[in-house]
């Protein structure tokens, strides 16, 4: 397991529509470090049935983003910038 600074860092779920979820099914699969073969975590295994729900999520989030005015668009993508470069190692390690 990864010995991370913040394990809140590392979301097993999938973010769809502004919330973490699982699969419909609970069925996960493995994510592994491919230098060694050890488990980082798993990941939700979507059925296809899913995709269709997630993709008009995406297409509603495309619209409220390119509705924000460039200087808040702006200022979000600094603070995305910031938590990086604020937790460089910890996502290195992910």
């Known amino acids: 397991m990864l ?5 809140s860092l590392l979301k097993e779920l999938c973010l769809i529509d502004g919330k973490w979820q699982s ?5 996960t699969i493995n ?7 050890s ?7 979507m ?3 899913e995709i269709p729900a997630v993709i008009q999520s995406s297409q509603v989030a495309q619209k409220k983003w390119a509705a924000l ?3 808040d668009r702006s200022a979000i993508l600094r603070k995305w910038f910031e938590l990086m ?9 992910i």
């Open 23 to 27: 699969a419909a099914s609970n069925l």
């Open 69 to 71: 005015a460039a200087k």
């Open 39 to 45: 488990v980082v975590g798993t990941v939700p295994l």
């Open 3 to 7: 010995k991370l600074n913040d394990p």
């Open 47 to 49: 059925d296809p049935s």
């Open 31 to 37: 994510v592994t470090n491919p230098a060694n073969g």
């Open 85 to 93: 470069v604020e937790n460089a190692d910890d996502l290195a390690a």
